[in-house]
């Protein structure tokens, strides 16, 4: 079955950096597109970014747009979320999840791995 395995949360300083990994398995992902969310603490979920694994098109809200990359590894099967200049506000759980391309909802969600920026 499709599993999605995040990892790299953590603690870090206001202005710090950190890089998250979600590592997808179970089926082939080439046509399907990868995403980012997070929830923070008393917030809905919300969409931080996504690739494309065929073609490699990203998007990106904008309030991340400028500080975050989205990357993937096809060798590894792999998508990466590197945070730049994080602010306080990016304190949440980061979920990793997948959706066909041409799916309105990800099909497939990660467990999570927590952010925390310290001000």
């Known amino acids: 079955q499709v599993q999605l395995v995040e990892s790299g949360g953590g603690l870090v300083q206001t202005g710090g950096s950190l890089r998250l990994s979600c590592a997808a398995s179970g089926r082939a992902f080439s046509t399907y597109t990868m995403g980012w969310f997070r929830q923070g603490p008393g917030k809905e979920r919300e969409f931080v970014a996504s690739?494309?694994?065929?073609?490699?098109?990203?998007y990106y809200a904008d309030s991340v747009k400028g500080r975050f990359i989205i990357s993937k590894d096809d060798a590894k099967s792999a998508v990466y979320l590197q945070m730049n200049s994080l602010k306080p506000e990016d304190t949440a759980v980061y979920h990793c999840?997948?959706?066909?391309?041409?799916?309105?909802?990800?099909?497939?969600w990660g467990q999570g791995t927590q952010v925390t920026v310290s001000s």
């Open positions: 690739i494309r694994w065929s073609g490699g098109n990203t």
């Open positions: 999840a997948a959706r066909n391309f041409a799916a309105a909802e990800y099909d497939y």
